[in-house]
C-alpha cells in the first residue's frame, strides 16, 4: 500500500511542472525586495480568521484578497528559480492549501510533495492534508481524514478558544476504507478512531489541538 501511495504521488509530481506556471497579475515585479517563503507563511498563518491563535482582524474577504497577493507572489518566485529548500515548499504548500478552489489545493499537494523529495519528512501531513481538500473540492471522499468541514445537516454554533469557531462539523465525504491505519500514521495523520473522537470534541465547543496529527507528530 505505502509502494503504491508513493508511486502515485510522485506520479503526480512528475506531471505538474511547478516553473511553468504563469504568475498572477498581482505578482510583485522581479525588481522589487520580495519576502521570503517564511515571512509569507508567518504572515498567513497570523491572519487565518478564525485560527487558534486569534491574532487576525481581518474579515474573511480581506483574508482572500491578501491570500491573492501571497499565491501569485510565490508563483513568480517558483518561475524564476527563488524556492529551493525544502521547507520553502513545505511552507509554500501551507499558503496554497487555504485557496478557494481545486486548482489551489492540488498544486499545493505538488509542493508537498517537492518538500518530500528533498527531504522534509514533517511535509507529510501537509501533503495528505492538500490531496484531501482537493479530494472533496472536486466531489470526491477524502481518504486520509485531515478535512473536517461544515455538515449542512447540523446546526453551526460558535465554538470558543483563542478564537470562535463554528461546529456542526463532520469528516463526510470520506472513504474510511481506502487506507489503513498504519499508512495514515506514516503520513503523520491520527487513527480513525481518533478522528471521530476529533469531530465529537469540535461539536462540543471544543478544539482538539493535540490530535489533529498523529502522536509524536507536528505540522
Not at 474579515?59 to 501571497?70: A, F, G, H, M
Not at 501537509?126 to 449542512?152: C, E, H, M, N, V
Request: proline share 7%; net charge neutral.
Amino acid at each position: 500500500m505505502k509502494r503504491m501511495i508513493a508511486s502515485l504521488a510522485l506520479s503526480t509530481f512528475c506531471t505538474l511542472p511547478l516553473v511553468a506556471q504563469t504568475p498572477g497579475p498581482n505578482a510583485q515585479k522581479r525588481t522589487e525586495t520580495r519576502k521570503t517563503v517564511h515571512e509569507l507563511f508567518v504572515e498567513d498563518q497570523e491572519t487565518i480568521p478564525g485560527a487558534a491563535n486569534g491574532r487576525s482582524t481581518l474579515t474573511p474577504q480581506q483574508y482572500i484578497e491578501r491570500l491573492e497577493v501571497r499565491k501569485a507572489t510565490l508563483r513568480a518566485m517558483l518561475a524564476d528559480g527563488e524556492i529551493k529548500s525544502a521547507m520553502d515548499f513545505k511552507e509554500a504548500a501551507f499558503i496554497f492549501q487555504h485557496g478557494d478552489n481545486p486548482e489551489d489545493y492540488l498544486f499545493g499537494h505538488v509542493l508537498a510533495m517537492e518538500a518530500l523529495a528533498r527531504g522534509e519528512a514533517t511535509a507529510k501531513w501537509i501533503a495528505a492534508a492538500t490531496l484531501d481538500r482537493y479530494l472533496q473540492s472536486i466531489k470526491q471522499p477524502q481518504i486520509f481524514g485531515t478535512q473536517y468541514p461544515l455538515d449542512p445537516n447540523l446546526p453551526h454554533p460558535v465554538g470558543g478558544g483563542n478564537a470562535p469557531f463554528r461546529g456542526g462539523l463532520t469528516l463526510q465525504p470520506y472513504n474510511e476504507d481506502f487506507l489503513t491505519d498504519a499508512v495514515r500514521l506514516d503520513f503523520c495523520v491520527p487513527v480513525l478512531e481518533q478522528q471521530k473522537q476529533n469531530v465529537s470534541l469540535f461539536n462540543a465547543g471544543q478544539r482538539p489541538r493535540s490530535t489533529m496529527t498523529a502522536p509524536g507528530c507536528s505540522r
